[in-house]
């Protein structure tokens, strides 16, 4: 079974310029998380979806930071404009149920660079 | 959301049993208890949860105290593919990360 998946695995770019990473959840999976990992603060949940629809936000850094889910099977997180402390391992993760009964499926990652 | 400490590091010998501990002393009825992996240059990798009993999959075992204010899971044998940091998460809604215990496996 293909699990979740994401793209571009690597990224590197100049600070201002718009980043945007894509994410595959698994296939029948209704919730779609979105994480940031640094050095300094870990593991952090950014924003997560139920049935395409945002649920919560609260984890999103801040209004440069954007997230869409136009269908079940695709989700883009933008960073507009980016900057050098954005840099970070980004993960997407998707479900079938937001409780704790049910694991999380982690993809990859997206490691970014802003210079 | 309840939180978990679990040690910072542990070390072990391939081939011999891993027990993982893990406090969470203000767990509330409706949290599961859920441990990942995550092994260098990868994603978090689900291994097992649980609610009040013991779990055993392939992967590990989770040993849940009867008061459920520790656990403790159980890598039966380890492997050097085993070395990774392991994090204890309590769950209701939302998975929120601690620090995790980075596990060295020495052949």
């Known amino acids: 079974d293909a699990g979740v998946i994401q793209s571009p695995r690597h990224e590197v770019t100049e600070m201002g310029q718009e980043v945007t990473l894509r994410c595959k959840p698994i296939s029948g999976h209704d919730y779609l998380f979105w994480y940031r990992q640094t050095m300094m603060r870990g593991l952090e949940l950014l924003i997560y979806f139920n049935n395409n629809v945002p649920i919560d936000d609260s984890g999103m850094p801040e209004d440069r930071f954007s997230a869409k889910m136009p269908n079940a099977s695709f989700s883009t997180l933008k960073i507009q404009p980016s900057e050098p402390r954005d840099s970070a391992v980004y993960f997407c993760?998707?479900?079938?149920?937001?409780?704790?009964?049910?694991?999380?499926?982690f993809g990859d990652g997206t490691r970014l660079s802003i210079l | 959301d309840a939180k978990t400490t679990q040690p910072n590091s542990m070390e072990s010998n391939e081939e011999e049993p891993v027990h993982l501990p893990c406090n969470h002393s203000t767990i509330s009825g409706t949290d599961y208890i859920h441990w990942y992996r995550q092994l260098p240059s990868q994603g978090p990798e689900y291994v097992i949860h649980?609610?009040?009993s013991n779990v055993n999959n392939r992967m590990a075992s989770l040993a849940i105290a009867e008061d459920r204010k520790s656990s403790t899971l159980i890598l039966h044998r380890a492997t050097l593919r085993d070395a990774a940091v392991y994090y204890c998460i309590l769950v209701t809604d939302k998975l929120i990360f601690g620090t995790g215990t980075r596990l060295q496996v020495f052949p």
């Open positions: 993760a998707s479900s079938t149920n937001r409780g704790g009964n049910q694991p999380q499926h």
């Open positions: 649980g609610l009040t």
